[in-house]
Nanobody, 119 residues
Framework: QVQLVETGGGLVQPGGSLRLSCAASGSIFSINGMGWYRQAPGKQRELVAYISSGGYANYADSVKGRFTISRDNAKNTVSLQMNILKPEDSAVYSC?????????????WGQGTQVTVSS
């Protein structure tokens, strides 16, 4: 069984920063793409940032220049550094990973962590 656990959410003032981390554990052979998604109340879930196993990253237009995704393949972790946060960044952030495990290739999701940007 593979588990993804996110940490680092919380309340921050506009213009502030937060760092989210996601750790994958369990029977893992390798991890392909990893990404961060968010969902605000009444809105659809959207991709925030994605990083391939080779380190190629792409971002939603709304976060380009403010957010940075990174991963540590040795530790099976992915992080999201969020700077210059805006109230519209408030959402539940979830990590997703495509994992090669004994049962085959599957996607896994973390439980989500709340990010609230408010003064």
């Amino acid at each position: 069984q593979v588990q993804l656990v996110e940490t680092g959410g919380g309340l921050v003032q506009p213009g502030g920063s937060l760092r989210l981390s996601c750790a994958a554990s369990g029977s893992i052979f390798s991890i392909n793409g990893m990404g961060w998604y968010r969902q605000a109340p009444g809105k659809q879930r959207e991709l925030v940032a994605y990083i391939s196993s080779g380190g190629y990253a792409n971002y939603a237009d709304s976060v380009k220049g403010r957010f940075t995704i990174s991963r540590d393949n040795a530790k099976n972790t992915v992080s999201l550094q969020m700077n210059i946060l805006k109230p519209e960044d408030s959402a539940v952030y979830s990590c997703r990973a495509v994992v090669a495990a004994p049962k085959g290739m599957s996607e896994y999701w973390g439980q989500g962590t709340q990010v609230t940007v408010s003064s």
